[in-house]
């Protein structure tokens, strides 16, 4: 059975965290880092800044939403990845970026982190949710 509410509200979070991610992109990396760091240190720095967001949203939404397994969690991340993939390749091509420029991003054997990021927003709710377990009562321990 799919947790209908999870996803409907994580796909909202997500809305909210690519519109953080935008400003992360188009204001903080492109206009404030690249110009004093140059671009690969931008794109770092952007996507640390950007996983560490992601796995904010993550915590966040599984405090909002207290009912969720383990299987829950990963069809939010699933669904994060998706939409991203989606929302990025789509994107870039309605703006005419060629793919060789959309590519760079995903060569972690220069320094680009853009695969990390991915990682994340797959993976994030499901360490969140099975670490921190926020929005989730800790059951009393045995002992006293």
């Known amino acids: 059975m799919v947790n209908s509410k999870l996803l409907?509200?994580?796909?909202?979070?997500?809305?909210?965290?690519?519109?953080?991610?935008?400003?992360?992109?188009?204001?903080?990396?492109?206009t404030i880092y690249e110009p004093r760091l140059g671009a690969l240190a931008a794109h770092q720095i952007g996507m640390a800044?950007?996983?560490?967001?992601?796995?904010?949203?993550?915590?966040?939404?599984?405090?909002i939403v207290k009912d969720y397994e383990?299987?829950?969690?990963?069809?939010?991340?699933?669904?994060?990845?998706?939409?991203?993939?989606?929302?990025?390749?789509v994107g870039s091509?309605?703006?005419?970026r060629p793919v060789e420029e959309i590519l760079v991003g995903w060569n972690i054997l220069e320094g680009y982190m853009w695969p990390y990021?991915?990682?994340?927003?797959?993976?994030?709710?499901?360490?969140?949710g099975t670490t921190l377990r926020p929005g989730k009562k800790c059951s009393p321990s045995s002992s006293s």
């Open 8 to 30: 409907i509200t994580g796909f909202r979070a997500w809305l909210m965290e690519i519109l953080v991610a935008g400003f992360n992109y188009f204001v903080l990396m492109n």
């Open 117 to 128: 990021v991915l990682l994340a927003y797959l993976s994030s709710n499901l360490i969140v």
């Open 93 to 96: 091509l309605a703006i005419g």
């Open 70 to 89: 383990t299987l829950d969690l990963v069809h939010v991340g699933l669904m994060w990845l998706t939409l991203t993939l989606v929302f990025e390749w």
């Open 49 to 63: 800044t950007r996983i560490l967001v992601i796995f904010v949203f993550a915590f966040y939404l599984l405090r």
